[in-house]
């Protein structure tokens, strides 16, 4: 079991920018794949940005290549995501997963094992 814990969002205007933070506890957190995924109302949940157990291998969605970088620290059980240049169609619930027996490249949400319980990101225009 892993417990994870999402913290950062918030209201920021377009162009702006946020830093999500998801602190996990419980199993070794260097076991898991880890991924930020976002759901905005009446959508699917979509993939984010995903990084590899080691943190050398990063994955994002076309949506947001370039503007958002997602980052670990194994020695902190954390996992973040800095998002830069926001734009309004951004705003979503923003939720961090884990994954035991994923590989580098999941972008599937049914893949991964566990998930936090989301923070709001609100962009305006």
């Known amino acids: 079991q892993v417990q994870l814990v999402e913290s950062g969002g918030g209201l920021v205007q377009a162009g702006g920018s946020l830093r999500l933070s998801c602190a996990a506890s419980?199993?070794?957190?260097?076991?898991?794949?880890m991924g930020w995924f976002r759901q905005a109302p009446g959508k699917e949940r979509e993939f984010v940005a995903g990084?590899?157990?080691?943190?050398?291998?990063?994955w994002y969605a076309d949506s947001v290549k370039g503007r958002f970088t997602i980052s670990r620290d194994n020695a902190k059980n954390t996992v973040y995501l800095q998002m830069n240049s926001l734009k309004p169609e951004d705003t979503a619930v923003y939720y961090c997963?884990?994954?035991?027996?994923?590989?580098?490249?999941?972008?599937?949400?049914?893949?991964?094992?566990?998930w936090g319980q989301g923070t709001q990101v609100t962009v305006s225009s």
């Open positions: 990084i590899s157990r080691s943190g050398g291998v990063q």
């Open positions: 419980g199993r070794t957190f260097i076991s898991f794949v």
């Open positions: 997963a884990a994954g035991l027996r994923v590989g580098d490249g999941t972008r599937r949400p049914n893949e991964y094992d566990y």
